[in-house]
């Protein structure tokens, strides 16, 4: 059944003390077509406020790269922060052009910062990567892949960030495509605040043109195999 046939109507995801957010543009109770919030559906509402974006009645949210345009989970600025925090996020994005996009991005002013993005830019493409690293310059750790995605295919984004083990890894579609090389500053400069960001920048630079279905976030390291799992629990409404 693809996206374009299903709308859930199920009032909230089944209890996981470890997600913290479950926004889902294809069920009902998540958002009902009208309003400016998407609802979360744990009970830890944190849910995202609308701007610049028009929901389809197929099951997704569009973005339009235009400054502005995208989602704001406020309710989580504190709660992920890679300062001694595990944590684990993403879900189903698609780009309308090849052009360079931010799918997610974590941070405020010039903090450090959190984002998943990939495209070409000023000429050159790039792959798909999740860059942990300081606004005012040096990567702290960055998830570097080989993958260039294509136009208009959904594609099911998930970035983790394993403290521990110092550690940054992306996920494309269940399978691990990148991890970081190095690590670097001090635990003690790794604060992180301010908003999630859905398809936008804090700053409104390299937004994504494109779409945004359904967005989880976890306070813990899923391994590969609930990774794999995500991706296999709806990857049919998206053409898999």
Partial sequence: MSINEKMFASSTTPADPN??????????????????TWYDLTANNNDGTISGATWNAGGYFDVTGASNSGINIAGL????????????????FKKDNTNW???????????YELQVAGGTSSGTAYPLRYIFYRRSGSDVGTAL?????SANTWYHIIG?????????????????????TYWS??????????????????????????????FKVYDKVLTASEVTAL?????SDYGY
């Fill in 185 to 214: 500053h001090s635990a003690s400069n790794q604060l992180l605040t301010g908003s999630i960001y859905l398809g936008r920048r804090n700053d409104n630079s390299g937004n994504l043109d494109g779409k945004v279905a359904e």
């Fill in 160 to 180: 983790v960030i394993d403290w521990s083990n110092q550690a940054v890894k992306l996920y494309l579609n269940g399978s691990l495509i990148g991890t970081n």
């Fill in 145 to 149: 892949s080989t993958t260039y995605l």
């Fill in 101 to 111: 996009g931010t799918f997610w991005s974590k941070g405020a002013g010039s903090q």
């Fill in 19 to 36: 997600l913290l957010a479950h926004l889902d543009a294809n069920n009902t109770s998540s958002y009902s077509g009208a309003g400016s």
């Fill in 77 to 92: 600025t504190t709660q992920i922060t890679p300062n001694g925090n595990d944590s684990t996020m993403g879900g189903w």
């Fill in 231 to 235: 991706f296999d629990e709806n990857k």
